[in-house]
């Protein structure tokens, strides 16, 4: 994820107690960093994948930190959810499911499957924001394979009026079914 370090997101916050949105959680090696990095951080995890979900409940068990079982999209309900494997993994690639059909992701990483699909809750990040009374967003940190266009449209209020920082990772190349690019 390039060299934006959680000790350069603290310098950047200027505070040891931020509300920290995780958006693509996995197994929460990213939310022990916020955890060890700040003190008082609220940090609010979302996650959609049963198997990355797990992970994160056996390495994550601090109250600071509060996981969300959901995909936070355009629509709330449910949605399709392709679940990556393969990868040499003993339990199976996961850091590459997404709610996006992948279609370039299958030509550049041959050894990645896309075998499963299930049904995922999904939520629009305005209405979560409005309903856990989130008065306002220190730094949303978002890894969603390719559903970036989907997380800013179902959280436009939120992103507009009540985020300071938005980071996101992304591919320049279409590895998802219309995933955006940075054109």
Same mark, same amino acid.
């Given at each position: 994820?390039?060299?934006?370090t959680?000790?350069?997101?603290?310098?950047?916050?200027?505070?040891?107690?931020?509300i920290?949105?995780?958006?693509?959680?996995n197994?929460?090696?990213?939310?022990?960093?916020?955890?060890?990095?700040?003190?008082?951080?609220?940090?609010?995890?979302?996650?959609?994948?049963?198997?990355?979900?797990?992970?994160?409940?056996r390495?994550v068990?601090? $109250?600071?930190?509060? *996981?969300?079982?959901?995909a936070?999209?355009?629509?709330? &309900?449910? =949605? @399709? #959810?392709?679940?990556?494997?393969?990868?040499?993994?003993?339990?199976?690639?996961?850091?590459?499911?997404?709610i996006?059909?992948?279609?370039?992701?299958?030509?550049?990483?041959?050894d990645?499957?896309?075998?499963?699909?299930?049904?995922? $809750?999904?939520?629009? *990040?305005?209405?979560?924001?409005?309903?856990?009374?989130? &008065?306002? =967003? @220190? #730094?949303?940190?978002?890894?969603?394979?390719?559903?970036e266009?989907?997380?800013?449209?179902?959280?436009?209020?939120?992103?507009?009026?009540?985020t300071?920082y938005?980071?996101?990772?992304?591919s320049?190349?279409?590895?998802y079914?219309?995933?955006?690019?940075?054109?």
């Open positions: 994820v390039g060299s934006l959680k000790k350069k997101i603290r310098g950047l916050l200027r505070k040891d107690n931020p920290v949105l995780e958006i693509g959680a197994s929460g090696i990213d939310s022990m960093e916020f955890l060890d990095e700040f003190r008082n951080i609220k940090l609010f995890c979302f996650e959609p994948d049963p198997r990355a979900i797990k992970k994160f409940e390495r068990k601090d $109250k600071r930190c509060r *996981l969300f079982r959901v936070l999209s355009d629509k709330n &309900g449910e =949605i @399709d #959810f392709y679940m990556s494997g393969g990868g040499g993994m003993k339990e199976g690639w996961d850091l590459s499911s997404s996006k059909k992948p279609t370039g992701h299958l030509k550049i990483n041959k990645i499957t896309f075998d499963k699909k299930i049904s995922v $809750k999904t939520k629009k *990040l305005d209405d979560w924001v409005e309903e856990n009374n989130i &008065g306002k =967003i @220190d #730094f949303i940190w978002a890894d969603v394979q390719g559903a266009r989907e997380l800013i449209k179902g959280g436009m209020q939120a992103l507009n009026d009540k300071k938005f980071y996101t990772e992304f320049d190349e279409e590895l079914e219309g995933q955006p690019t940075l054109k």
